[in-house]
């Protein structure tokens, strides 16, 4: 699916994307990335209400901080596309428009895996899991060890310079059949 979302075969990735999210219905990522392609096909109203369910979905312990990250993209897509989709059954108190100059999503595609996000900024302050705030007002919201992302950094006012992204592949509990590891940067 992610191979035919990155060819722009949007109908056959969808269609993947949604058997996947039937048979891996306990895994909020099925239904975010489901959001994901249903935004690039332009289909807001059903993207937004999937990124919804991940917001309020009742997901196991590894998932835990997804949910933050769901919210900014389904309040993203609103600001972006509010005149197409309809949000009187959302709770009204979460939506609001979150407006960032910079904002680095990483995501991989095995599960029981375990990457972590790095992002220094120009005053060269690393923020990643284990410095979840910088000086300059980043935000590392979430770390994810046993699940597949996502990880991300956000940054509402940003300063001129250089920004170094990096990912570190910390280890992984997969069955070592199922092959290595894509990443996606965002």
């Given at each position: 699916?992610?191979?035919?979302?990155?060819?722009?075969?949007?109908?056959?990735?969808?269609?993947?994307?949604?058997?996947?999210?039937?048979?891996?219905?306990?895994?909020?990522?099925?239904?975010?990335?489901?959001?994901?392609?249903?935004?690039?096909?332009?289909?807001?109203?059903?993207?937004?209400?999937?990124?919804?369910?991940?917001?309020?979905?009742k997901w196991d312990w590894r998932f835990s901080g997804i949910e933050m990250t769901a919210l900014t993209e389904l309040n993203a897509l609103i600001a972006k596309h509010y005149k197409e989709v309809i949000t009187e059954k959302y709770n009204s108190q979460l939506i609001y428009a979150m407006p960032l100059d910079l904002r680095v999503v990483l995501r991989w595609d095995l599960d029981n895996t375990d990457i972590d996000l790095w992002v220094t900024d120009p005053k060269q302050e690393r923020c990643y899991y284990g410095r979840r705030?910088?000086?300059?007002?980043?935000?590392?919201?979430?770390?994810?060890?046993?699940?597949?992302?996502?990880?991300?950094?956000?940054?509402?006012?940003?300063?001129?310079?250089?920004?170094?992204?990096?990912?570190?592949?910390?280890?992984?509990?997969?069955?070592?059949?199922?092959?290595?590891?894509?990443?996606?940067l965002d």
């Open positions: 699916a992610y191979k035919l979302q990155n060819l722009k075969k949007y109908e056959l990735a969808k269609q993947i994307f949604e058997y996947i999210a039937e048979i891996r219905a306990e895994e909020p990522q099925s239904f975010r990335d489901l959001a994901i392609i249903n935004e690039e096909m332009g289909n807001y109203q059903e993207a937004a209400d999937l990124y919804y369910k991940v917001v309020f979905g705030q910088t000086k300059i007002g980043g935000l590392f919201p979430a770390d994810f060890t046993g699940g597949n992302g996502p990880e991300e950094f956000l940054l509402k006012t940003a300063m001129k310079g250089k920004y170094i992204i990096e990912c570190n592949y910390f280890g992984s509990r997969a069955t070592k059949l199922t092959g290595g590891t894509t990443i996606f």
